[in-house]
């Protein structure tokens, strides 16, 4: 059962809002009775570990939201079996890594945010794996080098991480909107390099030449 509250009581038959409860733990088969769900909100708590098995039973789960929380290790199972799932929150939280793992056959995913964390690692692969995968947020996720992503992305923030012109960044892909803003680019001439595609937004905003 999840820590803190007597049981877990449904918002509606397809919603648990576990919102600002004050969590700090979840355990294994937290909530295997409740294969109806869709949606999970578990923001804004003090979690720091996800672990095995613990959405075990969530078959239907389309939506998991674990931002703004203190997260700082999720077992390479942790969503394992949740094949339903299609938008996962994880910004705001302390994560340092990036398991290419976590989201292995989880095809259904089509958004992701992890911004907010202090990302100094994200294992090769890591996204390509979400093979549906169309919004990717990594803003102010503390980035020195771009991530693999996915051909069929068309949605990327990478606002706020970059701090240096030296970056290697290779992120060719079939954009429509790509989030750049905050960062130190060299030229425009990058810009044509990593973008690609058809893009029909770029956001550069401040500490970007142009």
Do not use: C
């Not at 075990?56 to 929380?69: E, H």
């Not at 949740?82 to 990036?98: A, E, G, Q």
């Not at 425009?188 to 142009?210: F, Q």
């Amino acid at each position: 059962m999840v820590h803190n509250l007597p049981s877990v009581v449904p918002l509606q038959p397809t919603a648990i809002d576990l919102t600002r409860r004050h969590l700090t733990r979840m355990d294994s088969d937290s909530f295997s009775n409740h294969s109806d769900v869709i949606l999970l909100l578990i923001s804004h708590n003090e979690i720091v570990t996800v672990g095995s098995a613990t959405f075990v039973g969530l078959d239907n789960l389309n939506t998991l939201d674990l931002s703004f929380n203190q997260i700082a290790t999720i077992a390479d199972d942790a969503f394992s079996d949740l094949y339903s799932l299609k938008r996962v929150l994880l910004n705001t939280n302390k994560i340092t890594y990036v398991s290419s793992k976590w989201f292995l056959g989880l095809d259904n995913i089509q958004v992701l945010y992890l911004g907010g964390n202090v990302i100094h690692s994200v294992q090769t692969d890591a996204f390509a794996v979400i093979r549906n995968l169309k919004v990717l947020s990594l803003s102010n996720a503390s980035l020195t080098q771009s991530p693999d992503i996915p051909k069929g992305l068309l949605m990327l923030d990478l606002s706020s991480n970059y701090k240096t012109t030296n970056n290697s960044m290779n992120l060719r892909t079939n954009f429509t909107h790509i989030s750049l803003s905050g960062n130190l680019i060299s030229s425009s001439s990058m810009l044509r390099m990593i973008i690609g595609g058809d893009v029909t937004m770029v956001r550069l905003g401040n500490k970007t030449n142009r």
